[in-house]
T-cell receptor
Framework: NAGVIQTPRHKVTGKGQEATLWCEPI?????VFWYRQTIVQGLEFLTY????????DSGMPKERFSAQMPNQSHSTLKIQSTQPQDSAVYLC???????????FGSGTRLLVI | GQQVQQSPASLVLQEGENAELQCNFS?????MQWFYQRPGGSLVSLFY???GTKQSGRLTSTTVIKERRSSLHISSSQTTDSGTYLC???????????FGTGTKLQVVP
């Protein structure tokens, strides 16, 4: 069990460029979550999928951010026209769903310059 | 308001001392989980503990769901215990976990 795999580990983009972050959940886990972590805000929920269907994206910024889960083996978080305030560690987690524990990936550290 | 309150916000211990970290929830919850994070590191699950007491080595977690609280006891602290301890809850209605702001622990020799 390789755990939740996130790629890339680090990403530097120029302001206005697009960034795509990848997450491979643990095999068999039906729920996938995206969080963003900054020193100021702490851990912020962004969105989550259950059985590949988007369930709750209430934490996603209304513009520029989108997430997809085209198959059960991976999810992507895309940020268009990145801004310096998007700099953060983006964390993906998966769980069996329902009343079960979460496993987090190592995160993608995004820096927008 | 903040649904998950953690205390203390920060703590400095001498190696060998014990610590008790608290997590209080402002609403009914379905489950909770304790995580540990080193600076710049990933979140490592310590306990998934919806109720009762669980122990792993020098760590003990006790959750009292009816009272909407959980604690994490660290005994005989070591310098390698330094880092941030986060608790998270999942509401009765399900959806995603909500995190506290964490307790930053520093253990000095």
């Amino acid at each position: 069990n390789a755990g939740v795999i996130q790629t890339p580990r680090h990403k530097v983009t120029g302001k206005g460029q697009e960034a795509t972050l990848w997450c491979e959940p643990i095999s068999g886990h039906s729920a996938v979550f995206w969080y963003r972590q900054t020193i100021v805000q702490g851990l912020e929920f962004l969105t989550y999928f259950r059985n590949q269907a988007p369930i709750d994206d209430s934490g996603m910024p209304k513009e520029r951010f989108s997430a997809q889960m085209p198959n059960q083996s991976h999810s992507t978080l895309k940020i268009q026209s990145t801004q310096p305030q998007d700099s953060a560690v983006y964390l993906c987690a998966s769980s069996l769903g329902g009343n079960s524990d979460y496993t987090f990936g190592s995160g993608t550290r995004l820096l927008v310059i | 308001g903040q649904q998950v309150q953690q205390s203390p916000a920060s703590l400095v211990l001498q190696e060998g001392e014990n610590a008790e970290l608290q997590c209080n929830f402002s609403t009914s919850l379905n489950s909770m989980q304790w995580f540990y994070q080193r600076p710049g590191g990933s979140l490592v699950s310590l306990f998934y503990n919806p109720s009762g007491t669980k122990q792993s080595g020098r760590l003990t977690s006790t959750t009292v769901i009816k009272e909407r609280r959980s604690s994490l006891h660290i005994s005989s602290s070591q310098t390698t215990d330094s880092g941030t301890y986060l608790c998270a809850m999942e509401l009765n209605s399900g959806t995603y976990q909500r995190f506290g702001t964490g307790t930053k622990l520093q253990v000095v020799p």
